[in-house]
Structure formats: structure tokens, C-alpha cells
């Protein structure tokens, strides 16, 4: 991989990794200082099942933060868009439909196979 296309990746992965942790933020002080008090049962349910999406959907991106931190040590390693299992380059049509990953293309798919085949 050449260094312009490295510099695409760290760019494009340093600014989502900024969107995430600022999206972050805004939920924790949201919801440490949310205080509602129901007096209908069913509203307080409604309001428990959106809190609970709401962190379900954190808890996702907070996965995505350690990927894409994974991700810039790889560009900082010189090891970024190399397939953690075979060693062969990663195509850059993948790396920009998935920044994040490790694995080539076939490699991702031999994993999901046997994924999938032991019931995982």
C-alpha cells in the first residue's frame, strides 16, 4: 500500500474515531443526568427499552472505537492492510468498505464458513 492511500485510512479512521467519542460523551452526561420520574408504569417501560437501545447501540460502537484504534496501530506498525491470517495484502476495495478489518477477503469468508458450520 502506498503512503497516500495510508494517509486516506488514518485520516478517514482518526475522524470517526473523533465522531465516536464525541457522540460518547453526549450520552454518558445525558443519561447521568436524566432524573424522570413516572407515574405511569407504561411510560417508564418506554422509557426503560429506549434507554436500553440507546446503550446497546453505545455498547456497539464502543467495539468500533477499539477496532479503530487497532486499526491506526496497524498503520502506525506498517502492518495495515496486511490479512492478519494468510499475510497477503488486503484490496483496498475491502479496506474502504470495511477500514477496520484484519482479514482478506477470503480469509473473512473461510472464518464465517467454519463460524457457521460449528454453530458459533
Known sequence: MNKKDLEFFK???????????THADGTVNVMTQSKDRFADPTDRA?????????LRIRDREYKLIKK???ALDRIENNT???CDTCEEE?????????????QCIDCKKKEENLEKALGI
Open 11 to 21: 485520516k478517514h479512521l482518526t475522524e470517526r474515531l473523533d465522531q465516536l467519542l
Open 46 to 54: 418506554s422509557h426503560e427499552a429506549g434507554r436500553n437501545f440507546e
Open 68 to 70: 479503530i484504534k487497532k
Open 80 to 82: 495495515y492492510g496486511i
Open 90 to 102: 488486503i484490496s483496498i476495495k475491502r479496506l474502504k468498505a470495511r477500514p477496520v478489518t484484519g
